[in-house]
Every structure is written in C-alpha cells, then in structure tokens.
C-alpha cells in the first residue's frame, strides 16, 4: 500500500460539502433572462450554467481548467469469467493511456482537458508516468469472500482525496473515468444494493458477453452478496463486500471535488457506482454532481433517478474510462461560455420595445 499513511481511519469520510449559493444561480437566472435572445432558448444550457454559478459560487461559470481523472485496478471476480476480455487488458490500457491512444486520451485532447491516470491497484506493470496510489495487485475474487478489507477501503477512498488536492487542486470541473476490466461486474453489485433494485434488472453485457455468459454474471453477483454479506446502510462495507479499488478512489474523488465546490461529472456505469457509494456517504455531494452520457448498461438509469440526474446526451455509449464525461466537458463549455461571453440586450443596444 503506498501514498496514504494515516489515512485509514473514518475521519476520511468527514467532509464539508458547501451548500449550494442560491444567491449565485438567481444572478444567473437573471442574467439568462436579459442575454440577446429569446428567454430560455438556449435549453437546458441555460440550467447547466446555473447549476455550474451556484456551485462555484461564481456569476462566472466555467469548467476550464478541466480533467478527467481516471483510476485503474484489476478485479478477482474475473475468474468467474464475467468479462469478454481477460485481466491483462487493464495494465495494457493503463500504458495505451500514456501514450495517449485510448479513447478517453484522444478525446480529451478534442476538448483541452488534462487526463490524471491513477494506478489504484492494477495487476501488472504500468508505465512511471501514472499517480501510484496502488492497493494491492486486483481485489480478491467476491464470489468467495470480500472483495477488500475496510482498511484497504478507506485507504482507496483517501487515495481519491488526496488524488484531487495534489494532481488537480487548479481543475474548475472533473470528470470521473475508470479502467478495470471486470468492473461492471462490481458495480451492477454495488448498483443493485444502493438502488434496492433486482441485480438482474442492474446487469448488462459490459465489454460484450453474450446472453448466457450474462446470467452467469448475475449468478456470481447474486453469490457474491450471499457471501460477503453487505450491510447496505453502510456505503464502506458494501465497496469492501463487493467493489473495486478503482471505484473507491473514485468516491474519494467525488466527496473531494465536491467539498471544493467544483462540479463533478459522473461517466457511465462504473463512474455512477462510485457516485452512488460517495452519495450514501455525504448526501449533499448530488448537489456537485452533472450527468454526461446515458450509457448502454441496464443499470445506468437506475443510477442517475438514485442520483436526481437526467443524461445529457444519449449516443448509446458503453466504454467508460471518463470518455462520456470528457465529451460532456464540451457542452458545459459551451453552456458557461455563452453564459459569460453573450451581451444583454441593454449591453447590445437591443431594443425589444
Ligand atoms: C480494450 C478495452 C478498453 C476499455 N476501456 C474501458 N473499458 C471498459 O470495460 C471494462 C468493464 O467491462 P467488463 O466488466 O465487461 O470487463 C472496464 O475496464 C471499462 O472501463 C474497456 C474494455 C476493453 C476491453
Ligand atoms: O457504462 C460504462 O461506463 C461501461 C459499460 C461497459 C463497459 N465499460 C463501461
């Protein structure tokens, strides 16, 4: 375990979240209401740089700078064969990041958007270049016992915090992305006993199994929760029963940027585990919380109604590693810029009159 000494107690979990400044999102209502154009023609953008004002406090929103922090780690259960592709995957992706030929890379290059690669515990070389907050070689294999200890739980979840002070104290938005193959496994886990839904109803194809190997999938989750037994009032036991190092560094990730005041924005299926565990820990966290893509994974919507988030675009993507998050930077962008560079009609000379 490296890079969180005397992190492993609860105190982790103690964070402030600021409540929202209503003060700040009424300016910007306003301000919508006297830009040259039609009031409430820009859509849901207009509620986006609302949302982005009350958060940051600000009446000028903005998302730049902007990073994607995505984590990394390998899962046990892949023994169980619930993927399409094997283990090694993960490490090979975590170098393809460096180099810049993944897609989360290639698109956050489209959209200025720094990308952190975090090893949280990847069962294999990764390159130098990647933030070391390495746990341990994989969880353990959750069909036969807890996938982690708590200990290793809630050091991840520090991992995650201390991740946003020192790699991306200067981000104005980050968005979540993982890298872990099996991890859809733990999260359709994680997903049904945070929503209270049927782990059948919360489990998909991930990379690409077929129908059967599916309801093998939602047998080994099925047996994975009869074994390790979580106590689903209890968001750190449910991520040391069933979850990834990846997906708690994401948590600390979240509860970190949201104490900051920093908008959040949740990928896909793994990222929106994460988000539940981190809402289950400090509820007003959904206040920092912006969707980007609806992905193709049963479970997704089961997240964001949990969340109170409704998609921003639906382009029937199911990739992960933060590539919906770093599309979405894109129109949050777009919503801060047309908030904070549009004249008034006053400004414009326009007379409507
Ligand atoms: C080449 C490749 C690149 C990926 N990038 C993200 N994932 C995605 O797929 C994995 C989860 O799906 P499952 O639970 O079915 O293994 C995660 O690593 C996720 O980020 C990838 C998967 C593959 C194969
Ligand atoms: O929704 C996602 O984030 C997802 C879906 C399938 C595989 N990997 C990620």
Redesign the pocket.
């Given at each position: 375990m490296s890079g969180t000494p005397g992190h492993t107690t609860t105190a982790i979990l103690d964070v402030t979240i600021p409540p929202l400044d209503s003060e700040a999102r009424e300016a910007a209502v306003d301000r919508q209401a006297n830009l040259t154009k039609p009031p409430g023609s820009l859509g849901r953008l207009e509620t986006m740089a609302a949302d982005i004002a009350a958060m940051q406090s600000t009446t000028e929103p903005t998302v730049d700078p902007a990073a994607v922090v995505t984590m990394a780690a390998d899962h046990g259960v892949t023994a169980e064969g619930v993927s399409a592709y094997p283990q090694s995957i993960t490490a090979a992706m975590v170098a393809n990041f460096c180099e810049g030929g993944a897609a989360v890379s290639a698109l956050c290059g489209a959209a200025d958007i720094r990308n952190v690669i975090v090893d949280m515990g990847v069962a294999g070389e990764v390159p130098p270049a990647v933030v070391d907050h390495h746990i341990t070689d994989g969880t353990a294999n959750m069909a036969a016992g807890p996938a982690m200890s708590r200990e290793q739980a809630l050091a991840a979840i520090a991992a995650g915090r201390s991740v946003v002070s020192e790699q991306a104290a200067e981000a104005n938005l980050i968005g979540l992305g993982?890298m872990g193959i099996g991890?859809?496994t733990s999260s359709a886990a994680i997903t049904a006993l945070l929503t209270d839904n049927e782990v059948a109803a919360v489990t998909?194809?991930?990379?690409g199994i077929d129908e059967e190997t599916r309801a093998q999938k939602v047998d080994v989750i099925e047996q994975a929760i009869e074994t390790t037994t979580p106590d689903p009032t209890d968001p750190v036991d449910v991520v040391r029963s069933v979850g990834g190092f990846e997906i708690a560094g994401l948590v600390g990730v979240t509860l970190e940027t949201a104490s900051r005041r920093t908008p959040v924005v949740v990928?896909?299926?793994?990222?929106?585990a994460a988000a539940l565990v981190a809402a289950a820990i400090e509820p007003r966290v959904v206040d920092y919380l912006l969707p980007s893509h609806a992905?193709?994974?049963p479970g997704?919507e089961a997240q964001l109604d949990a969340l109170g988030l409704e998609s921003c675009f639906d382009y029937g993507?199911?990739?992960?590693e933060g590539t919906?998050a770093a599309v979405a930077v894109s129109v949050y962008r777009a919503a801060c810029t047309a908030h904070t560079e549009m004249s008034t009609f006053a400004e414009a000379g326009l007379d409507t009159e």
């Open positions: 993982e991890n859809t998909g194809h991930g990379t990928d896909g299926f793994i990222a929106g992905s193709v994974e997704h993507m199911r990739l992960g919906g």
